[in-house]
């Protein structure tokens, strides 16, 4: 869209975008993606569905690359033989270091309850299914996710495959966005859906 249309009116799209729910989601779309986009840091996907007759975003989700310590014991030793294909870790190391693709954003809109015309599983799998789609070329089969510590967002995540490996600290500038001061990190291994 960015290309097609324009940096001020995908702007004017993007500020529609609402997510009362979780406010990093929200802040995200309309701050961050187009500059993220230039930057090459992450690529935004939008997701749109048919309402009354007009294309409407229901939901996006945001993707990446990045280096993350993954501690050997909070794994199962059938994913600890899985993954450490693609870590680089010495033996003796309680932990892998991988660079791995992120699901950095997901959300769905709430504007104009836009948000039921699609679930979170299927958001979710549309992220995973193009995180395969760049595997099938560069080859991996991990990916990971980072969210809020809360019961809904750790069950919902499960519920989809991924398991909590760690913790990542707050940067200064989340904080004012997100609840806590960490966020919990889950991994999931796509060759199993």
């Known amino acids: 869209m960015y290309e097609a249309i324009g940096e001020e009116k995908t702007k004017e799209i ?10 990093d989601v929200e802040y ?21 569905s048919t309402y009354k007759s007009q294309n409407v975003i229901v939901g996006y989700f945001a993707l990446t690359n990045k280096i993350t310590k993954i501690k050997k014991s909070s794994l199962s030793s059938s994913i600890k033989k899985r993954i450490s294909r693609f870590a680089g870790q010495p033996n003796k190391e309680k932990y892998y270091m991988i660079t791995l693709p992120l699901i ?5 809109n709430y504007s104009n309850n836009y948000n039921s015309l699609i679930s979170g599983d299927d958001l979710l799998k549309l992220a995973c299914d ?8 560069l080859g991996g089969k991990f990916a990971f996710v980072e969210c809020e510590d809360t019961n ?21 500038d ?8 960490y966020l919990l990190q ?8």
């Open 14 to 23: 993007l500020n529609g975008f609402e997510c009362p729910l979780n406010k």
């Open 186 to 193: 889950m991994l999931c291994d796509l060759s199993n859906e």
């Open 104 to 108: 950095g954003q997901l959300g769905k």
């Open 174 to 181: 989340e904080k004012e966005q997100n609840n806590g001061n």
């Open 130 to 137: 193009k995180v395969r789609e760049a595997q099938n070329i």
């Open 152 to 172: 809904e967002l750790k069950e919902f995540y499960e519920s989809n495959g991924f398991v909590c490996f760690g913790k990542r600290n707050l940067e200064k």
């Open 28 to 48: 995200f779309i309309k701050e961050k993606a187009i500059q993220f986009l230039k930057m090459g840091i992450s690529k935004t996907f939008l997701v749109s």
